[in-house]
Nanobody, 121 residues
Framework: QVQLAESGGNSVQAGGSLRLSCAAS????????MGWFRQAPGKDREGVAS???????NYADSVKGRFTISKDNAKKTTYLEMNELKPEDTGMYYC???????????????WGQGTQVTVSS
C-alpha cells in the first residue's frame, strides 16, 4: 500500500510559478512510475507529466517547456515545478503511482487527494 499526499497548490496570477510536492509513505523510486494529473471543472482528468523509476520523463504537449517533473528518492517525494502558468492550467492536481508510465488512469494504482491550483488572468 502506498499513500500519497500532495501539497503546494495555490492561487497565482498568469505568468507565475508554483511547485507541487507529492510525498509518498513508502519508497516508490524503484518500483513505480510517478505521474501528475489534473482535472479542471467540468473536464476529464488528464495526464500532465510522468517520471519513471529510471528517471525518464514525459510531458503533455500543453505543458512542455513550462513544467518540470522530478523526484528526490531519499525524501520519497515527487515534484512538479510549474512556470509560466496560464489560466487553462487551473484545476485539481493529483499525483499517482503506477507500474506503467502512461497517461491512462487505469495504469495508476495509488492516488493522492489532490491540491488545487488556480491561475487568474
Amino acid at each position: 500500500q502506498v499513500q500519497l499526499a500532495e501539497s503546494g497548490g495555490n492561487s497565482v496570477q498568469a505568468g507565475g510559478s508554483l511547485r507541487l510536492s507529492c510525498a509518498a509513505s513508502t519508497r516508490t523510486s524503484t518500483n513505480y512510475c510517478m505521474g501528475w494529473f489534473r482535472q479542471a471543472p467540468g473536464k476529464d482528468r488528464e495526464g500532465v507529466a510522468s517520471i519513471d523509476f529510471d528517471g525518464t520523463t514525459n510531458y503533455a504537449d500543453s505543458v512542455k517547456g513550462r513544467f518540470t517533473i522530478s523526484k528526490d528518492n531519499a525524501k520519497k517525494t515527487t515534484y512538479l515545478e510549474m512556470n509560466e502558468l496560464k489560466p487553462e492550467d487551473t484545476g485539481m492536481y493529483y499525483c499517482a503511482a503506477g507500474r506503467h508510465c502512461t497517461y491512462a488512469d487505469r495504469d495508476y494504482k495509488y492516488w493522492g487527494q489532490g491540491t488545487q491550483v488556480t491561475v487568474s488572468s
